[in-house]
């Protein structure tokens, strides 16, 4: 097995053949997003106002909206081609790491004792049952069972971004947007949900005198975020824990970060983390959330509460409906002092800033 280097931070596949085909499903995704979404979102939206005059009806469930436009050919279409490029990129990130898994499952020990930086992990660690039982974005085994499920979920996500995230692009881009604690002290940060660490690295480029950790549940995560921080000679330090009992000192931290976890975890759980962020911030420290939007029922267009659903019901997100759902900035003020629940108009993802 040939290793043939990195595209940006994303290790190459081992042979050619793999990362072309990579390639293609990425086209394919750009493809279905671009030329097919638009008339998608089109005829979607005319056979649901056509319904609308001729009965005088406004839509009031998902179930109507599934009835009223899932005859549409292109509705099917754009649907399946989705779901085939999302299973498209577990199998071809599979394959061409499988063939390297005794490999890469030695490198992965090889870099625990390596630094800068640390890596914790247990292998009799307990997942709860919320997170064990979902095979998130149908990832097979989710984020944990696969003991390469890092180095795949890296290139996954690579592709997934179609190109916009060969570089981290996407978490340090956020990063650079995050304003400090009012007094300027940044000495400790926090990840949760670190997943490959990229954010946790960008961190690190952005306050290089800090110390900074990443936490995830799934220790291929932690294991592989370590792995690359050290490529990139950045000390930073891993740990698998659950973000809602992290078993971190009382107001440790000055900056404690989520990217995209709470729409993943039930909302009963979401609030746990943000009392153990509350906890764990020093007072003054910030807790920053990029994710989803929220919204009432029937706030937007059918067809958006539609895309939704599939990305639901077919891509392993069973909790974002509920998170979507929510009052996050109601449950952030009841455990912050100070919330903004749209700190930039710069971010593609609202980034909520709450102060302790
Ligand atoms: C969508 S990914 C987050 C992406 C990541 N923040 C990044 O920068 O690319 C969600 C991650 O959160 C982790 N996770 C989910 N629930 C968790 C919990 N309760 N505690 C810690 N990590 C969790 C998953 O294992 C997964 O790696």
Same mark, same amino acid.
């Given at each position: 097995?040939?290793?043939?280097?990195?595209?940006?931070?994303?290790? %190459? @596949?081992? *042979?050619?053949?793999?990362?072309?085909?990579?390639? +293609?499903?990425?086209?394919?995704? !750009?493809?279905?997003?671009?030329?097919?979404?638009? !008339?998608?979102?089109?005829?979607?939206?005319?056979? =649901? *106002?056509?319904?609308?005059?001729?009965?005088?009806?406004?839509?009031?469930?998902?179930?109507?909206?599934?009835?009223? =436009?899932?005859?549409?050919?292109?509705?099917?279409?754009?649907?399946?081609?989705?779901?085939?490029?999302?299973?498209?990129?577990?199998?071809?990130?599979?394959?061409?790491?499988?063939?390297? *898994?005794?490999?890469?499952?030695?490198?992965?020990?090889?870099?625990e004792?390596?630094?800068?930086?640390?890596v914790q992990w247990d292998p009799?660690f307990?997942?709860?049952?919320?997170?064990?039982?979902?095979?998130?974005?149908?990832?097979?085994?989710? /984020?944990?069972?696969?003991? %390469?499920?890092?180095?795949?979920?890296?290139?996954?996500?690579?592709?997934?971004?179609?190109?916009?995230?060969?570089?981290?692009? !996407?978490?340090?881009?956020?990063?650079?947007?995050?304003?400090?604690?009012?007094?300027?002290?940044?000495?400790?940060?926090?990840?949760?949900?670190?997943?490959?660490?990229?954010?946790? $690295?960008?961190?690190?480029?952005? +306050?290089?005198?800090?110390?900074?950790?990443?936490?995830?549940?799934a220790a291929p995560?932690v294991r592989?975020?370590?792995?690359?921080?050290?490529?990139?000679?950045?000390?930073?330090?891993f740990a698998q824990?659950?973000?809602?009992?992290?078993?971190?000192?009382?107001? #440790?931290?000055?900056?404690?970060?989520?990217? =995209?976890?709470?729409?993943? !975890?039930?909302?009963?759980?979401?609030?746990? =983390?943000?009392?153990?962020?509350?906890?764990?911030?020093?007072?003054?420290?910030?807790?920053?959330?990029?994710?989803?939007?929220?919204?009432?029922?029937?706030?937007?267009?059918?067809?958006?509460? /539609?895309?939704?659903?599939?990305?639901? $019901?077919?891509?392993? *997100?069973?909790? @974002?409906?509920? +998170?979507?759902?929510?009052?996050?900035?109601?449950?952030?003020?009841?455990?912050?002092?100070?919330?903004?629940?749209? #700190?930039?108009?710069?971010?593609?993802?609202?980034?909520?800033?709450? $102060?302790?």
């Open positions: 097995m040939v290793d043939r280097g990195f595209l940006g931070t994303t290790p %190459l @596949a081992a *042979e050619r053949d793999d990362d072309s085909y990579l390639d +293609f499903v990425e086209g394919v995704r !750009v493809f279905n997003a671009a030329q097919v979404g638009p !008339v998608f979102q089109q005829k979607g939206t005319e056979a =649901i *106002e056509e319904y609308r005059s001729k009965t005088g009806r406004q839509i009031t469930s998902l179930a109507e909206v599934k009835q009223i =436009i899932e005859h549409e050919p292109v509705i099917a279409t754009r649907n399946r081609v989705w779901r085939w490029s999302q299973e498209g990129i577990w199998n071809g990130v599979r394959e061409a790491y499988k063939a390297r *898994e005794a490999e890469l499952l030695a490198e992965l020990d090889r870099y004792k390596m630094g800068p930086g640390s009799n307990q997942y709860p049952e919320y997170f064990a039982k979902v095979d998130f974005h149908i990832q097979p085994g989710g /984020y944990y069972a696969d003991p %390469l499920a890092g180095y795949i979920y890296h290139y996954g996500t690579k592709v997934f971004f179609t190109g916009r995230n060969n570089n981290d692009d !996407v978490q340090r881009g956020l990063c650079q947007l995050l304003p400090t604690p009012a007094d300027g002290q940044v000495r400790r940060i926090l990840d949760l949900g670190c997943s490959a660490g990229q954010f946790a $690295t960008a961190f690190k480029e952005r +306050f290089p005198q800090a110390e900074v950790w990443g936490i995830d549940a995560m592989y975020a370590h792995k690359r921080a050290v490529d990139m000679g950045l000390e930073v330090h824990r659950m973000a809602e009992n992290t078993g971190f000192p009382d107001n #440790y931290f000055d900056i404690i970060n989520a990217f =995209i976890l709470f729409h993943e !975890v039930p909302t009963y759980i979401a609030e746990r =983390i943000v009392a153990e962020a509350a906890r764990m911030l020093r007072p003054g420290g910030i807790f920053c959330v990029e994710d989803f939007a929220n919204r009432k029922l029937g706030e937007v267009p059918p067809m958006s509460e /539609y895309s939704g659903f599939i990305d639901s $019901t077919y891509n392993g *997100e069973p909790y @974002a409906p509920e +998170f979507v759902h929510s009052d996050f900035t109601g449950l952030l003020k009841k455990y912050f002092r100070e919330v903004n629940p749209n #700190y930039s108009d710069k971010s593609w993802l609202p980034i909520r800033v709450a $102060t302790k």
